[in-house]
């Protein structure tokens, strides 16, 4: 299933994005990946890819909007009855014209439908695949907080890493079903009992965001936020042996990390 | 009292279903006014208790969709109006159709008690597990409040279907259906096919919580995504049950009110109406895109649901096409399915966003997904069925409605429910989530739910202007004439008004070949 996905998807690619991936990177001059930006580490900036194809959606939306607005607007004005008794003269279309007020838009729906999805398509690829390097922390949701795991063992209720470097969350659920938004990188994902389910982010910028559950999980479901913290390099691992040091003395020893 | 409780008469079960689903719109929409206060300001507000906001979240959904927006389109509109479009005495099963008014009554009541039971139901109109086994409230009160529902819709369904098929007036062919019967028939085809579905789902859960099984429990193997795609087969496919016969009547409201024929008119029922049916069972996985199904499928599904915009586009051309170079009067009726078309038109093109998988990923489960499904299902439908009351009522009692009270309630319900939802659309992607007791996180977005609330306040109203009005009206209205708007349809022009038991009083019409619903100017 996972081959024919992907010949899919570079087929649907090829045909319907080559031209686009050139016209797009001619014109902001910038680095891109299939019309993704790239951040200053090299890696796609998906947050970013999700702007861009937000701001061009809303200007899709709007044309749309105000072709069709202004045609109800412009008729409802004009073709005011002057007498009761006065019939409408709209007009009563032939065979070959009814076909063609169906096909016609139909098309242009279709086309406008398509070069939508495939542009949906291929950032959505950069979303679901996250780079080989990236930070892997897994996150535990219980009602009503997020805990973190990191690789070498750390568990916080706080997310802290490293500017550069994305971030991987291989995420369940001990309870509910959770939904994990980190509405800074345009990204969330359920987070249930008996599944894992993951998110990525590329943080570039250094600072603190929130996240917060966006799954109905009772009564404390709009307490369910908490931070985020991206910072420099250096602070990070300063952060991490304050963490990791606790843990190294002979005191009681918290479960290793498996 | 006793001839409305047992009555078989398809206009009195028409009107105690509209009676039936008022009562829940008011009660609903008082929770609606409730979550905007308590949403006015972060922190606590009318209530300290998040438990008890839940509860009227539930209730407001659940009754909105389940209570009010289906059994008032296909329970009241075509109750009342189908047999008399298609020229028929009565529905085919009168005896039936009375028990389906009687199951959706007794699941009103039994709904309504979720006020006054000790642990009542906090679970969302969706009900999804675990938390619906695993909570405290009587998720057995919303599962029976479904199982009701959905026994008067399949009852409905069958009902309708027989009669569209075997008793239409001599001669009338199906393209000479008025839009609506093809709106009626298209969800009844749909509840017919989907409920199944929905009630299978509840009654696992039923199981699930009560009975010991663990269908959806993962500690013993079962699957909590099970839930959701079996609701979801049903619940997508609901919102096509209350949108298809809401654009019926919006194409009644303006062929009528234009003096045109519908535009296109086969594009529009085969490509638009049928066309959506058959749309409407391939495209649940939206509901899911966050909820880690497989990526192949959140693609797959993302293409089927940005082709739904086909048959809604070829409906929409047909509605934008019958305004063009007709006769246009603004009566209440005509003005209410304006305000719809600008629903529609908001509505429809907020859903292309929120279709798209990777956009969802930001987007989905905020308020900006609150706000697009209330301009497409919520508000669009309700201007639909408010405008058909206003547009029917010479038929329905007889009397003018006052078109002058009818317009003030109206504006502020058009302006009230604007105001009430565009705040909410803006704030979603700035990262308002929906069914929020409180946003600590957000504060900065009060401003947006102050506007939001003062808008509600505006629909209140608006609501109880338009309520009022339709009592007056129908107690000391102007008299109407038979056929004031000049129609062409069969309930207009070989009815009285209201229509006597039979409907038709010189025996049923017979049509000719070249008659539609729609032969303005001819």
């Known amino acids: 299933m996972r081959r024919v996905y992907m010949a899919l998807q570079s087929l649907a690619a090829t045909v319907l994005l080559a031209p686009l991936a050139f016209a797009s990177e001619g014109a902001e001059g910038g680095k891109t990946a299939g019309g993704v930006p790239l951040a200053s580490n090299g890696l796609p900036n998906p947050s970013a890819g999700w702007d861009h194809l937000w701001e061009e959606l809303m200007i899709d939306l709007v044309v749309i909007g105000v072709l069709f607005g202004g045609a109800a607007l412009y008729m409802l004005l004009k073709y005011q009855a002057k007498s009761p008794d006065e019939q409408g003269t709209g007009p009563r279309l032939s065979k070959v014209q009814a076909i063609g007020w169906a096909l016609i838009p139909a098309f242009v729906f279709m086309s406008d439908d398509l070069f939508l999805a495939a542009k949906g398509w291929s950032l959505w690829s950069v979303y679901r695949n996250p780079p080989a390097n990236s930070l892997e922390v897994k996150l535990t949701a219980v009602q009503w907080g997020w805990s973190y795991k990191y690789p070498n063992g750390v568990e916080t209720d706080v997310l802290r890493f490293p500017s550069h470097k994305p971030v991987v969350l291989r995420m369940t659920s001990e309870d509910v079903i959770h939904s994990y938004w980190a509405v800074k990188y345009r990204v969330k994902e359920d987070v249930m009992p008996g599944r894992i389910t993951y998110v990525w982010f590329n943080p570039v910028n250094e600072g603190k965001a929130y996240v917060t559950c966006t799954e109905f999980c009772g009564t404390g479901h709009s307490q369910m936020y908490g931070d985020i913290i991206s910072m420099p390099q250096g602070e990070y691992d300063a952060w991490m042996a304050s963490q990791v040091a606790p843990a190294a003395a002979p005191a009681p020893a918290p479960a290793p990390a498996s | ?522």
């Open chain 2, 1 to 522: 009292m006793k001839e409305w409780i047992f009555t078989t008469d398809h206009k009195r079960v028409g009107i105690s279903y509209l009676v039936g689903s008022m009562a829940a719109f008011a009660v609903a929409g008082t929770m609606a006014l409730l979550i905007r206060m308590e949403q006015f300001n972060p922190g606590p507000g009318i209530t300290d208790n998040p438990h008890t906001y839940n509860t009227w979240l539930y209730f407001h959904g659940a009754a909105m969709i389940l209570a009010f927006l289906i059994p008032g389109l296909t329970g009241f509109a075509a109750n009342y109006f189908l047999p008399l479009m298609i020229g028929a005495p009565d529905v085919a099963f009168p005896r039936v159709n009375s028990f389906s008014v009687m199951l959706f009554w007794l699941a009103i009541v039994l709904a309504l008690l979720n006020f006054v039971i000790p642990d009542p139901a906090d679970i969302m109109w969706t009900g999804y597990p675990p938390y619906s086994v695993m909570t405290e409230g009587n998720t057995a009160w919303y599962v029976f409040v479904v199982h009701m529902m959905g026994f008067s819709s399949i009852l409905g369904a069958i009902n309708f279907l027989t009669t569209v098929i075997y008793m239409r007036a001599p001669g009338m062919g199906w393209n000479q259906l008025n839009v609506f019967v093809w709106g009626t028939v298209t969800a009844f085809v749909m509840q017919l096919i989907f409920i199944p579905a929905l009630a299978a789902a509840v009654t696992l859960l039923l199981f699930d919580k009560y009975l010991g099984t663990h269908f959806f429990d993962p500690a013993a193997g079962g699957d909590v995504l099970l839930y959701q795609n079996i609701f979801w087969f049903y619940s997508h496919p609901a919102v096509y049950v209350i949108l298809l016969p809401a654009l019926g009547i919006l194409f009644e409201i303006v062929a009528t009110m234009s003096k045109n024929p519908v535009f296109n008119y086969k594009a529009c029922i085969y490509g638009g109406f049928w066309g959506t049916t058959l749309l409407a069972g391939e495209v649940w996985i939206h509901h899911l895109y966050v909820s880690g199904m497989p990526d192949w499928l959140r693609i797959g599904m993302m293409v089927s649901t940005i082709l739904i915009s086909i048959p809604v586009g070829l409906m929409t051309i047909s509605l934008w096409g019958t305004l063009y170079r007709g006769a246009i009067t603004f009566n209440t009726g005509m003005m209410y399915a304006s305000g719809a078309l600008f629903f529609l038109l908001l509505g429809g093109l907020t859903g292309i966003p929120n279709a798209m998988t990777v956009v969802d990923l930001h987007i989905g489960e905020t308020s900006f997904v609150h706000s697009h499904f209330h301009y497409v299902m919520a508000m669009l439908a309700t201007f639909a069925l408010i405008g058909g009351v206003y547009y029917w009522f010479p038929k329905m009692t007889g009397k003018y409605a006052n078109e002058g009270i009818g317009k003030l309630g109206f504006w502020l319900n058009f302006i009230g429910v604007n105001v009430t939802m565009f705040p909410l659309m803006l704030i979603g992607p700035l990262g308002m989530p929906r069914r929020y007791y409180d946003y600590p996180m957000v504060p900065e977005l009060a401003p947006m739910h102050h506007l939001a609330t003062y808008g509600s306040l505006i629909v209140l109203l608006g609501m109880a202007i338009t309520l009022i009005n339709w009592i007056t009206s129908a107690i000391a209205g102007e008299k109407a004439p038979l056929n004031p708007w000049g129609s062409k349809s069969l309930e207009w022009t070989h009815t009285d008004s209201p229509p006597g038991p039979g409907n038709f009083k010189g025996g049923t019409p017979v049509i000719t070949e070249d008659w539609t619903p729609y032969n303005y100017g001819k």
